[in-house]
């Protein structure tokens, strides 16, 4: 079975300061890894995900995530945070053979002015 | 391309009364999921439907929701009769390779 925690529930910063939100998983397989944002009365989008090869990933906003096997984490950070930002982040966690999504509890990023 | 559509938004049904959500996915997509959010918890795997047959529904919680995908095109997930501790956001994703799921907006279900 897989699991994926979401350290913090909630991360207050503000604008133009880095952020990480903390993700770690369990498995005993190999996974792929996926970072979701949901905005403020949308639904679901994929930021970045990671299949294979290089350990960093990114997104076309600027955020990052790296994943560590031997730390079982796959933390996503973003250098300066914008106000548009603001949004609840989801770590999630398949198989490689693409079935269901294992979320975290979700982290909710407030960037404050 | 259209996304993923889900209807209604909201629906707000008495304890005991029955409720359908409808998901349309991505046209093409032969992989459609159903994922539920109960009270700010984590979003939880409900099923998995590759074209109209059922793939994986290890997550249904019990009998009182039945799942359904006619022709492999538009699902439905019925909740009858529904209780209070179904109230939560439904969410439905297709996918065409199995490894990128497109999520739908939701629809937000209060039992009262």
Same mark, same amino acid.
């Given at each position: 079975?897989?699991?994926?925690?979401?350290?913090?529930?909630?991360?207050?910063?503000?604008?133009?300061?880095?952020?990480?939100?903390?993700?770690?998983?369990?498995?005993?397989?190999?996974?792929?890894?996926?970072?979701?944002?949901?905005?403020?009365?949308?639904?679901?989008?994929?930021?970045?995900?990671?299949?294979?090869?290089?350990?960093?990933?990114?997104?076309?906003?600027?955020?990052?995530?790296?994943?560590?096997?031997?730390?079982?984490?796959?933390?996503?950070?973003?250098?300066?945070?914008?106000?548009?930002?603001?949004?609840?982040?989801?770590?999630?966690?398949?198989?490689?053979?693409?079935?269901?999504?294992?979320?975290?509890?979700?982290?909710?990023?407030?960037?404050?002015? | 391309?259209?996304?993923?559509?889900?209807?209604?938004?909201?629906s707000v049904i008495e304890k005991g009364q029955t409720v359908?959500?409808?998901? &349309?996915?991505?046209?093409?997509?032969? +992989?459609?999921?159903?994922?539920? %959010?109960?009270? *700010?918890?984590?979003?939880?795997?409900?099923?998995?439907?590759?074209?109209?047959?059922?793939? &994986?529904?290890?997550?249904?919680?019990? +009998?009182?929701?039945?799942?359904? %995908?006619?022709? *492999?095109?538009?699902?439905?997930?019925?909740?009858?009769p529904a209780e209070l501790?179904d109230s939560?956001?439904?969410?439905?994703?297709?996918?065409?390779?199995?490894?990128?799921?497109?999520? *739908?907006?939701?629809?937000?279900l209060t039992v009262t």
């Open positions: 079975a897989q699991s994926v925690t979401q350290l913090d529930s909630q991360v207050p910063v503000f604008e133009e300061a880095p952020v990480e939100l903390r993700c770690n998983y369990s498995s005993s397989v190999s996974v792929y890894l996926f970072w979701y944002v949901q905005y403020p009365n949308q639904g679901l989008q994929l930021l970045l995900k990671y299949l294979s090869g290089s350990t960093l990933v990114e997104s076309i906003n600027g955020f990052e995530a790296e994943f560590n096997k031997s730390q079982t984490s796959f933390h996503l950070r973003k250098p300066s945070v914008h106000i548009s930002d603001t949004a609840e982040y989801f770590c999630a966690v398949s198989d490689p053979y693409g079935n269901k999504l294992v979320f975290g509890a979700g982290t909710i990023l407030r960037v404050k002015s | 391309e259209a996304g993923v559509t889900q209807f209604p938004s909201h359908t959500l409808r998901c &349309d996915p991505i046209s093409g997509h032969d +992989n459609l999921y159903w994922y539920r %959010r109960v009270m *700010g918890k984590e979003i939880k795997f409900l099923l998995h439907f590759v074209k109209e047959s059922k793939q &994986d529904e290890s997550g249904m919680p019990n +009998n009182r929701f039945l799942a359904e %995908r006619t022709g *492999g095109t538009y699902s439905t997930l019925k909740v009858q501790e939560g956001v439904y969410f439905c994703a297709s996918s065409q390779d199995t490894v990128e799921q497109y999520f *739908g907006p939701g629809t937000r």
